[in-house]
């Protein structure tokens, strides 16, 4: 009986990986592209991105807090702790 079972947990097993690659692999798959963003002169690529500026602003933000407590009450402005 016990070996009956595992054969048809694997047999199971073995078609339902079968099924998900063949879904996976599809041909719809591949033809399913992300659009192309135009660039300068319209070729593909981005364009008018921020660049090196906005990673020489993105430590002026604050050190990050980590609070510890319970909840005591919440507000549009304002967190409570206990």
């Not at 009986?1 to 054969?7: F, G, H, P, R, V």
């Not at 998900?20 to 319209?42: D, E, L």
């Amino acid at each position: 009986m016990m070996k009956k079972t595992i054969i048809a947990i694997l047999a199971l097993t073995l078609g339902l990986a079968l099924i998900t690659i063949q879904a996976v692999a599809g041909p719809a798959a591949a033809t399913v592209a992300a659009p192309k963003t135009p660039g300068p002169h319209n070729t593909p690529g981005p364009h008018g991105t921020p660049g090196a500026q906005a990673t020489e602003h993105a430590g002026q933000h604050g050190k990050h807090q980590n609070f510890r407590g319970t909840i005591a009450a919440v507000d549009s402005s304002s967190l409570t702790l206990t």
